[in-house]
Nanobody, 113 residues
Framework: QVQFLESGGGLVQPGGSLGLSCVAL????????MKWYRQAPGKERELVAT????????VYPASVHGRFHISRDNVKNTAYLQMRNLKPEDTGVYYC??????RGQGTHVTASS
């Protein structure tokens, strides 16, 4: 059974940092690229980070480039998203996603004073 176990969301002041984790179960994690998306209230889902199967290449949109860092550990079947200098516009529900396999339930991130 495919499962994605996300953790690490929470409330942080603007300028702060948070780290998210996503444990993937039920499939061969190392066979797939990995993505993190977010969805803010009233807005469309936005792709915020992509990492290749072996972690040798990452891609970010301009909105988070230089502040977010995606990584993975294929031994632990886990993907990570490190976020720094968080802004109020980073607030939303963050999902890990494996194209063609599925995605997690999401974890809430709120950057607010």
């Amino acid at each position: 059974q495919v499962q994605f176990l996300e953790s690490g969301g929470g409330l942080v002041q603007p300028g702060g940092s948070l780290g998210l984790s996503c444990v993937a179960l039920g499939f061969t994690f190392s066979d797939y690229a990995m993505k993190w998306y977010r969805q803010a209230p009233g807005k469309e889902r936005e792709l915020v980070a992509t990492i290749t199967r072996v972690g040798d290449n990452t891609v970010y949109p301009a909105s988070v480039h230089g502040r977010f860092h995606i990584s993975r550990d294929n031994v632990k079947n886990t993907a990570y998203l490190q976020m720094r200098n968080l802004k109020p516009e980073d607030t939303g529900v963050y999902y890990c996603d494996v194209p063609g396999v599925g995605r997690g339930q999401g974890t809430h991130v709120t950057a607010s004073s």
